[in-house]
């Protein structure tokens, strides 16, 4: 059943890629900000673009990216943290919307890479492929600042900004529905360490040189 | 002092500062002691896997913090216990209300209840149930301690014994 949405209003929306997006994104980055990875292809096309110190990639617990994310954004207000969430993941966990529209964090960014589908598993559809709008669910949570990129032009300009004020920000991209090339390895520990080193909050011993 | 400011006490003592939640009855004093603390951050989740995210990332942040839920929202968390603090050795502090047991009324909290203590120890994540005022202060303080030091979740379960838990009013 399709009903009327932001989405059917909205100008022809480009179906572009995830990598190519991920891409655009990591190099529009000047302050350290901090990325949350979500699970799957998400955070394996983060890693396939470059490895950055600030990069926390999610090996499991779907759903839970964007709740890192705040949290890791309302420790460290002052610098910029990304969420780059799948559709299926975040149709997982929409409450998390409703506490960041609550909290409206001005640090906190959530890129959202819609396919429509839950690729990883085997391209079974979500209900974003019909239904569901996730810029008209974030702006119903509180998130105002909730945007589809139409194209590729108009996520560079999304992104040409400081992320560490003026959020919280929701950007949707729909996306084809290309594997990453890669996958990120599979250390959860290591992972967790390296990026707190890379937003300053590592342990640090003798260990250390 | 009441067991809810002690707790909250060796809380700070311990600088736990960023607090998510579910609410409860029984933890409403705490909650409440959160609220009105200006050295607590609250953060109302909407679910309890939701908050051990928030606490997850607060900790890499730099900011120590706790879940607070009870029993039933409990059985919401294994799957981030198991698959993101556990694995990736994350000090998070669980605080959890025990609900079915010592007088419940409620046969589903009954069976939720007695899934807490088997999933803990299966995926070998420490847990204390705090029944006793007396030696809860050392308990907690020790306990966190070893969190933060070992970088591994603790759970701290509130026994009705130490909270007087919800009575069931015919």
């Not at chain 1, 969420?83 to 919307?97: F, K, N, T, Y």
């Not at chain 2, 698959?83 to 939720?112: D, H, K, T, Y």
Request: aromatic residues 6%.
């Amino acid at each position: 059943m399709a009903t009327k949405n932001d989405l059917a209003s909205q100008p022809a929306l480009k179906v572009m890629n995830r990598r190519d997006l991920s891409k655009r994104l990591v190099a529009k980055l000047k302050r350290d900000e901090a990325i949350i990875g979500g699970i799957g292809n998400t955070n394996f096309d983060l890693w396939a673009v470059g490895h950055r110190p600030q990069n926390f990639y999610m090996l499991g617990s779907m759903g839970i990216t964007v709740p890192i994310a705040l949290g890791v954004a309302l420790a460290q207000p002052d610098r910029g943290v990304i969420a780059i969430e799948g559709d299926g993941s975040l149709l997982m966990s929409l409450g998390c919307l409703a506490t960041i529209g609550m909290l409206q964090p001005r640090n906190l960014t959530i890129v959202v890479m819609d396919n429509g589908m839950y690729e990883i598993t085997g391209r079974q559809k979500t209900a974003t492929h019909a239904t569901s709008d996730i810029v008209a669910i974030a702006r119903g949570a509180g998130i105002e600042n909730s945007v589809w990129a139409r194209d590729e032009a108009h996520f560079d300009q999304l992104i040409d900004r400081r992320f560490d004020e003026g959020g919280p920000h929701l950007i949707a991209v729909k996306i084809d529905d290309e594997h990453a090339t890669e996958q990120t390895p599979r250390d959860p520990a290591l992972i967790r360490q390296r990026f707190m080193q890379g937003i300053g909050t590592g342990r640090k011993s003798a260990l250390d040189g | 002092m009441s067991w809810y400011d002690n707790f909250l006490g060796v809380m700070k003592d311990n600088e736990v500062r960023l607090v998510s939640y579910v609410p409860d009855n029984v933890i409403t004093p705490l909650l409440k002691g959160v609220t009105s603390d200006n050295y607590f951050m609250s953060v109302g989740a909407t679910r309890e896997d939701e908050a051990v995210g928030i606490v997850t990332g607060a900790w890499m942040g730099g900011v120590r913090g706790a879940v607070m839920m009870q029993t039933s929202g409990f059985a919401v968390i294994p799957n981030v216990l198991a698959s993101l603090v556990v694995p990736s050795q994350v000090p998070a502090v669980l605080v959890v209300s025990e609900r079915g047991a010592l007088g419940e009324f409620n046969i589903g909290q009954v069976l939720v209840s007695r899934t807490m203590r088997p999933t803990l120890d299966a995926i070998a994540v420490t847990h204390h149930t705090l029944d006793n005022p007396d030696t809860m202060n050392f308990v907690v303080d020790r306990a966190l301690k070893q969190a933060f030091a070992t970088l591994s979740p603790v759970v701290f379960i509130l026994s009705p014994l130490l909270t007087g838990g919800k009575v069931f009013k015919a």
